[in-house]
Every structure is written in structure tokens, then in C-alpha cells.
């Protein structure tokens, strides 16, 4: 039996509060909200990652997301919304089904941004090259 909690949502088998459902994404608020009414974006087949899912699939979700944001505009008068996918624990990946967060930003919600590093002399370049190299 899967005990994936968020293959167990999209079976109905647990009770969540779906915004969004389609033939291969549902929608739900997260129960541990960043900000009331941050939506989980979870594709109906089950994969761990961003890197295990089809490009269809992805398309489906961003598309999902949009809606979303587009929605938290009207319904919120949400100022902006951020998106985010947690890969992996080293990332803060929990549930190990991919999804993507959808929350809603307010002027002066409190939330920061996180802190943003420098490179040092030269040290770009070698990024830049070690990463298109498996592109």
C-alpha cells in the first residue's frame, strides 16, 4: 500500500481543501501556511522530484500555479506570490512527492528573502562553466 500522504489526497482517501483539480494536477491549502492561503500544487502521479517528472506534467503544475497567483491577485488582493520546489532534503524537502508552493505575499508580511552570497575573484567563471557543462 502507498503511504505517500499526498498520493493518498489525490485518492481522497485524506481530507484536504482542493482549489484547483484537473485530469493531472490537484490543489490544495497547505496546512502549515507561509501565509493563509498558500496552495500545494501536487501532480496526480506520483514522483519524487523536478528531476523525475515529464516536461508535461511540469508544464501542467506551472500552468496550475499561474492560475493560482492570478487568483490570489483577485480573491486576496495578494501584492505578489512566490513560487518554490523544495528538491531533496538537503533543499527541505519533507514529503518526498513533488510539489510546488503558491504563496501569497502581502507588503509587510514580515517574510524575508533569503540572504544572498557573493562569489569571490574568478570563482563566476568556473561556476558558469562546471554547470553548462551538463546541460
Not at 496526480?44 to 487568483?71: Q, W, Y
Not at 514580515?110 to 553548462?132: R, S
Request: hydrophobic share 40%.
Amino acid at each position: 500500500m502507498d503511504e505517500c500522504i499526498f498520493c493518498k489526497i489525490v485518492r481522497g482517501e485524506i481530507p484536504s481543501s482542493i482549489v484547483l483539480d484537473t485530469d493531472k494536477v490537484i490543489a490544495f491549502l497547505d496546512i502549515r501556511p507561509v501565509n493563509k492561503g498558500h496552495v500545494l500544487v501536487v501532480p496526480k502521479e506520483h514522483f519524487e522530484t523536478l528531476l523525475d517528472g515529464s516536461e508535461n506534467i511540469l508544464r501542467d503544475m506551472i500552468v496550475a500555479a499561474k492560475k493560482i497567483g492570478k487568483s490570489f491577485r483577485k480573491a486576496l488582493k495578494a501584492d505578489g506570490f512566490n513560487l518554490g520546489m523544495n528538491n531533496f532534503a538537503a533543499a527541505g524537502q519533507v514529503v518526498f512527492h513533488a510539489h510546488l508552493h503558491v504563496i501569497p505575499r502581502f507588503e509587510n508580511d514580515g517574510l524575508q528573502h533569503w540572504p544572498g552570497k557573493t562569489y569571490d575573484e574568478g570563482e563566476i567563471e568556473q561556476y558558469k562553466e562546471k554547470i553548462a557543462t551538463f546541460l
